[in-house]
């Protein structure tokens, strides 16, 4: 059993940053891709970005893309999200992912094996 703990979701203002982080319990970490998703009310929860077991491939979605870096410290059994230049768009809950495997990046909601609880991040305008 892995836990996920978020943290550092909050209000800002268009084009301000805030930077989320999720520690996870348990040794398997650090053999295990992560990803973060991002969900408003009334639509499926949607992948962010999304990192391998060694830090070494990262992927986002494009609305993302050049803002949002997704980084993890194996040490510390811990990724994050640095978000820069946020925009009202971008207000949404977003979960912390943990994969099936090191094998493939989180991609789909059926990538994860364990959610995070989820932490809010409001832009306003």
């Known amino acids: 059993q892995v836990q996920l703990v978020e943290s550092g979701g909050g209000l800002v203002q268009v084009g301000g940053s805030l930077r989320l982080s999720c520690a996870a319990s348990g040794r398997t970490f650090s053999t295990h891709s992560m990803g973060w998703f991002c969900q408003t009310p009334g639509k499926e929860r949607e992948l962010v970005a999304t990192?391998?077991?060694?830090?070494?491939?990262?992927d986002y979605v494009d609305s993302v893309k050049g803002r949002f870096t997704i980084s993890r410290d194996n040490a510390k059994n811990t990724v994050y999200l640095q978000m820069n230049s946020l925009k009202p768009e971008d207000t949404a809950v977003y979960y912390c992912?943990?994969?099936?495997?090191?094998?493939?990046?989180?991609?789909?909601?059926?990538?994860?094996?364990?959610w995070g609880q989820g932490t809010q991040v409001t832009v306003s305008p």
């Open positions: 992912a943990f994969g099936n495997s090191y094998l493939t990046l989180v991609r789909l909601q059926s990538d994860v094996q364990y």
């Open positions: 990192i391998s077991w060694k830090g070494a491939r990262t």
